[in-house]
């Protein structure tokens, strides 16, 4: 079992960055793939960035955040992060990160634990 709780969100005007983390509980953390996802009002849940347990395998970002968005992940911390940059009101949704044992997964199905997640709302 694993527990995942969000932070960092918040309120920025358009072009700032923010940070958010998800730190998971457990000792196994590095043996999971983790991921971030978000929903904005009236829409589907879709896939911003996962990062593998697995050495050697590069993380993958959605097209839309490609260049602005950068995961990352500190396993003596159990915490995996994401870093938002050149924000944009489009970006405005609920963040959640997520786990799972499979190698690398980018859609919500694959993914076998969530956090509540973090608000993020971008001003124009």
């Known amino acids: 079992q694993v527990q995942l709780v969000e932070s960092g969100g918040g309120l920025v005007q358009a072009g700032g960055s923010l940070r958010l983390s998800c730190a998971a509980s457990g000792r196994t953390f590095s043996t999971y793939a983790m991921g971030w996802f978000r929903q904005a009002p009236g829409k589907e849940r879709e896939f911003v960035a996962a990062?593998?347990?697995?050495?050697?395998?590069?993380?993958v970002h959605a097209y839309s955040v490609k260049g602005r968005f950068t995961i990352s992940r500190d396993n003596h911390k159990n915490t995996v992060y994401l870093q938002m940059n050149s924000l944009k009101p489009e970006d405005t949704a609920i963040y959640y990160c997520?786990?799972?044992?499979?190698?690398?997964?980018?859609?919500?199905?694959?993914?076998?634990?969530w956090g509540q997640g973090t608000q993020v709302t971008v001003s124009s």
């Open positions: 997520a786990a799972t044992p499979r190698i690398l997964p980018v859609t919500t199905g694959n993914y076998d634990y």
């Open positions: 990062i593998s347990w697995k050495l050697g395998v590069n993380p």
